[in-house]
């Protein structure tokens, strides 16, 4: 039987504050989605579909589809209907630091950066430690957001150890990644970063940066770069709106039985 005539409301319980309708739906409907049941660009049934459906309201609906393109999951199209949206843009992840500006040129992608802050003052106490630096020691803070298209793909802060990297503060950022700064500011090459990735909610700050809702799960990656003497460059945070990824490819040793 077509999916768009199934009764499905058998599989929601009474909804509570912990557990609500749309919430309910929107998990159903994400199941679809992860299992390839629905690739991407699958047009998804209807908002009248999914009321017969589920046997709820249209607001309730509506709900749970705004949960999902939130989430990077589905794209809504004006007069054309609600889709499943394409994979989203994706960095390679392996054995040496990310250079985001490097990765969307090598997609293809053509961003622009915009600044958003950047000043020179003493860095967190956390901060100064994993730079090898004393609390009083000046330090370059920069926040960037990347766009492709409009739309933000990433938001990048960072704090830069001024002491190995002398004139990167004059630096112009729009046009200019940190990786090729900090190389040639330093006049070594960066060799290797510390990284750490995490799921966090977006909150109001980053949502807004983002385009996303602030309860909306993203992708946070922390890195902590080395130049080639082991000297630590650099400190970062970088945000990832919903529906992209980091990718990798991971080999086992020859040696290893």
């Excluded at 998804?44 to 990077?72: W, Y």
């Excluded at 589905?74 to 040496?96: N, Y």
């Excluded at 080395?226 to 040696?255: A, K």
Aim: proline share 7%.
């Amino acid at each position: 039987m077509p999916e768009i005539y199934r009764n499905l409301r058998h599989l929601l319980v009474p909804g509570s504050k912990m557990n609500p309708i749309h919430l309910q739906i929107a998990d159903l409907l994400r199941e679809r989605i992860y299992s390839k049941a629905w690739p991407p660009s699958t047009r998804i049934p209807s908002e009248n579909d999914l009321v017969k459906m589920f046997g709820v309201s249209r607001g309730t609906v509506r709900k749970a589809l705004k949960f999902l393109v939130d989430e990077g999951l589905l794209v809504q199209r004006h007069g054309k209907g609600t889709f499943v949206a394409e994979p989203g843009i994706t960095h390679a992840s392996g054995d040496r630091p990310l250079s985001f500006a490097e990765s969307l040129h090598q997609q293809g992608k053509e961003f622009v950066t915009q600044v958003l802050e950047k000043r020179v003052t003493t860095p967190p106490v956390e901060v100064a430690e994993g730079l090898g630096l004393d609390p009083r020691d000046p330090s370059l803070f920069v926040r960037r957001l990347r766009t492709v298209d409009g739309s933000p793909v990433l938001c990048q802060e960072s704090w830069s150890n001024l002491l190995a990297c002398p004139g990167l503060a004059d630096v112009d950022f729009t046009a200019t990644s940190m990786f090729d700064a900090v190389q040639t500011c330093s006049g070594r090459k960066i060799a290797r970063s510390h990284m750490r990735y995490t799921a966090r909610v977006a909150g109001k700050e980053h949502a807004s940066l983002l385009d996303c809702d602030e309860a909306a799960a993203v992708l946070v990656l922390e890195q902590n770069i080395c130049l080639e003497d082991g000297t630590f460059i650099e400190w970062s945070t970088t945000w990832f709106p919903p529906g992209q990824s980091l990718t990798g490819v991971v080999e086992q040793p020859r040696n290893s039985e």
